[in-house]
């Protein structure tokens, strides 16, 4: 794979059991890139290691006035030059495409991932962790990659370097096979303590990138309570234990750098020692022992990327543990779906709470949880947190069906949609039915003093659709990027739409006008709209009240309110004194309701009686003595009763005497 053929038609799946497992699966899908750079590796190492062979065989030549053996390891060392160069040129080259390659597989893989769990990733994995894994924990797995095929090509080149001095010159090729060996674990007792050190490192830097990421997701909030300072101070807080980390760590991997120089120093010591004596003795040459010696000094080049090895896996393992982490969550439903791809088109119901959202109408959902209500609108959308019964549209469970299709009939518009940066007709410019035209939902969602402001903001164009958004929409308040959000909702014209709190922060009047371009543009569609907003609730066909996971209550608005005090409770906000209140005060008009039908029975009996039975003037003694308990009985009632249906109830009372009275 070059860097010219990215991105990936497939980057494949991943083995996500472990870090380790993941650089592994990693290493293997780029086998041939890997030899590619472990092939000029090994010439550039090889080159450079084969110049003290060329500097002692130049000596010795001079030692022993040979011209022409003095040009052949002149001709030697060009040729190694040669060898230095091209094979530097060509493993940087491979080595950086192995890192691009390696991080773009990644990066692809995580955004697959993203757009397959949808909305359910930042509920299982925090935000700030999901930013931190694909852009500093994609470096660092990228840079294994790379310096892996370097370490490769750098061992192989010491072992063919110590079988060359071996045997070359035996006496001091024994010291240095012996030794080298000895400098490439010197510092392994070390690295489990480094890695440990890098890992809190990488664990406070995705605290505080969680915490930066976070704060800046609600810094309009934060100004608007006056806790800008406060978080700043978090932060600068978890900076300095970052710092402190970094430090710590830094220490260490110095430590292990200064064993690298170390050690090599004191085997040169050993081996000049050492030859020496030899030369002393006439068992080398002179030539032999300046190979010997220049071969260890170059020893230290290739010894260097143990070290890097080392750092760069310290660091990536823990970079692809936490990326295996997110690379192996599962969507509860399946994707592939062992159904048919066709859409259907019915009655939404979830068996676990009991909600039914009959086919085309607008079914408004009121729940005291806001959280409960969050997630019951992800199981109907088709892709919960947890496993559980799948919600039924017209009979089908939506996890049966494959992901575009349960996608396409289901749409779920969370309480914080987000808007992508780019002007208006490209966040408009999504997968859509054509029943509804940009124009039309943006009227529904309220949206004029919305253009108005974006043509008013640009200006490089007169046309408000080409007006340019920034990211996540903070150049608008929060009122005009839901009502963006619910256009573009709107547009998609889904078989069911899921709306989760939609106008939280719009005013009434807009609020209202909402209402009634939601109710008009969705006529014929399925709709669920979870709110406790009354002016939402009364344009609703059918309600219904959630208590504890459980639908408790259906109705409309108006009769769940007269009927059902925890439907009270949470859309008028009323407290359990006032609720007692209320109660009190209808158990005493009731009371009041059957003292007055008592005292209406004597009139109620003079009717009952034939004029011809009784007296004219009994049944008119009893009618007026009626009328005056009457009076008597409606002065409590019209004390205690301040509401409309109770005036309504005396009026109907009045009515009926009147009835009776003509009767009679």
């Known amino acids: 794979m070059q860097i010219q053929d990215l991105p990936y038609p497939d980057p494949g799946v991943p083995d996500a059991r472990s870090g380790p497992r993941f650089l592994w699966w990693l290493g293997r899908n780029q086998l041939g890139g890997q030899f590619k750079a472990l092939a000029w590796g090994l010439l550039h190492f090889v080159s450079v290691s084969a110049l003290p062979f060329c500097v002692g065989f130049a000596v010795q030549a001079v030692v022993d006035r040979s011209g022409s053996r003095l040009a052949q390891s002149g001709g030697l060392m060009v040729l190694c030059g040669a060898g230095i160069a091209v094979g530097d040129t060509f493993l940087h080259r491979a080595a950086v495409t192995n890192w691009i390659t390696a991080a ?29 894994v694909s852009t500093g924990d994609v470096e660092k797995i990228g840079w294994f990659v790379e310096a892996l095929s370097r370490f490769l090509a750098a061992a192989l080149t010491l072992v063919i370097v110590c079988v060359g001095l071996f ?49 800046v997701a609600g810094l309009r909030v934060l100004r608007g309570i006056g806790g800008e300072d406060l978080f700043l101070d978090r932060y600068r807080r ?43 003795q006439g068992r080398i040459t002179v030539g032999e022992l300046v190979t010997v ?12 990327h143990f070290e890097e090895i080392a750092m760069a896996y310290s660091f990536s393992r823990p970079s692809a543990k936490r990326a295996a982490r997110v690379l192996s969550l599962e969507r509860v439903t399946d994707t592939g779906g062992t159904r048919a791809a066709k859409v259907p088109a019915g009655d939404l119901y979830d068996p676990d709470t009991g909600l039914l959202a009959p086919s085309g109408r607008l079914t408004a959902v009121v729940c005291g949880d806001p959280d409960a209500a969050g997630r019951l609108a992800e199981r109907l959308g088709g892709h919960p ?73 640009s200006l490089d164009t007169e046309d408000p659709m080409d007006a340019r958004i920034t990211e996540r929409g903070r150049s608008l308040s929060g009122g005009q990027r839901q009502r963006l959000a619910l256009a573009r909702s709107l547009i998609t014209d ?24 939601v109710r008009e543009l969705r006529t014929g569609r399925t709709t669920v709209v979870f709110t406790s907003s009354p002016l939402l609730l009364d344009h609703a066909d059918r309600v219904v009240l959630l208590h504890e996971g459980a639908v408790v209550a259906v109705g409309t608005h108006r009769d769940l309110l007269r009927s059902e005090p925890r439907y009270r409770a949470v859309v008028t906000r009323e407290t359990e004194e ?7 005060l209808d158990d005493e008009q009731t ?45 409590p009632l019209r004390g205690a009763s301040g509401d409309d249906n109770d005036l309504a109830d005396e009026a109907a009372l009045r009515s009926a005497l009147e009835e009776i009275e003509e009767s009679a």
């Open 385 to 457: 947190a947890e496993a559980g019964v799948s919600v039924l549209l017209d009979g089908v469970p939506l996890d049966e069906l494959p992901l575009d299709s349960a996608r396409t009939a289901v749409l779920v518009q969370d309480k914080d949609p987000v808007l992508l940066s780019g002007s208006l007709r490209e966040l408009l410019d999504v997968p859509a039915s054509g029943a509804v035209g940009a124009a039309e939902a943006l009227a529904a969602a309220q949206c004029g003093d919305v253009l108005v402001a974006l043509a008013q903001g």
């Open 167 to 215: 045997v070359y010159q035996p006496a001091l090729g024994v010291v240095v096979a012996v030794g080298v060996p000895v400098l490439a674990v010197s510092v392994l007792p070390l690295l489990p303590r480094a890695t440990r050190r890098a890992d809190v490192q990488r664990e406070k830097a995705g605290r505080a990138t969680e915490l930066a990421s976070d704060t």
């Open 494 to 517: 889904p078989e069911v739409l899921v709306l989760d709190e939609p106008t939280s922060a719009v005013d009434s009047h807009t609020e209202a006008r909402i209402a009634d371009g």
């Open 591 to 635: 009371s009041l309701r059957g003292e007055l039908a008592s005292r209406t029975a004597p009139l109620r009996r003079a009717v009952e009686h034939d004029e011809g039975t009784a007296p004219q003037g009994a049944a008119a003694h009893d009618k007026a003595t009626a009328r005056g308990e009457l009076d008597h009985g409606e002065a």
């Open 238 to 280: 978890a900076s300095q234990e970052v710092r402190h980390a970094a430090v710590r760590s830094a220490r260490m991997w110095a430590v292990i750098s200064a064993i690298q120089v170390l050690m090599p120093g004191l085997l040169l010591i050993a081996i000049v020692w050492h030859g020496v004596q030899l030369a002393r």
């Open 104 to 132: 773009a597989r990644v990066q692809q893989l995580l955004a697959r991932q993203a757009s397959h769990l949808g909305s359910a990733l930042t509920r299982r994995v925090a935000a700030g962790e999901v930013v931190a």
């Open 293 to 304: 010696y220049s071969a260890v000094m170059i020893m230290t080049y290739p010894l260097r």
């Open 578 to 584: 006032e609720s007692a209140s209320r109660e009190a």
